[in-house]
Nanobody, 125 residues
Framework: QVQLVESGGGLVQAGGSLRLSCAAS????????LGWFRQAPGKEREFVAA????????NYAGSVKGRFTISRDSAKYSVYLQMNSLKPEDSAVYYC??????????????????WGQGTQVTVSS
């Protein structure tokens, strides 16, 4: 079991920045990968970004590439999502997710068995 706790959401004006954090604990592994997903009201959950614990792979959704940066702190077993140039369409509940076995496609949420409780991000226009 892996436990995930997100923090850092909030309300920000368009063009502003927020940094989300996700702390992982429990049975991690060398194949650990952590991802961020989001879900807006009435919409399906969508992939945002992911990183392997080794740092050798990162993935970004096209809609956030160049604005969001995912990073991890191995010592703290934490992953971060720095979100810059936020837009109203970025408003959603953001979820941290983890997978402890290697999988080639980190953008598909179906392969992540562990999820955090979510943190709300609201971007006002």
């Amino acid at each position: 079991q892996v436990q995930l706790v997100e923090s850092g959401g909030g309300l920000v004006q368009a063009g502003g920045s927020l940094r989300l954090s996700c702390a992982a604990s429990g049975r991690t592994s060398s194949n650990l990968a952590l991802g961020w997903f989001r879900q807006a009201p009435g919409k399906e959950r969508e992939f945002v970004a992911a990183v392997t614990w080794s740092g050798t792979r990162t993935n970004y959704a096209g809609s956030v590439k160049g604005r969001f940066t995912i990073s991890r702190d191995s010592a703290k077993y934490s992953v971060y999502l720095q979100m810059n140039s936020l837009k109203p369409e970025d408003s959603a509940v953001y979820y941290c997710a983890a997978v402890t076995q290697y999988h080639p496609d980190l953008t598909d949420g179906r392969y992540y068995p562990y999820w955090g409780q979510g943190t709300q991000v609201t971007v006002s226009s």
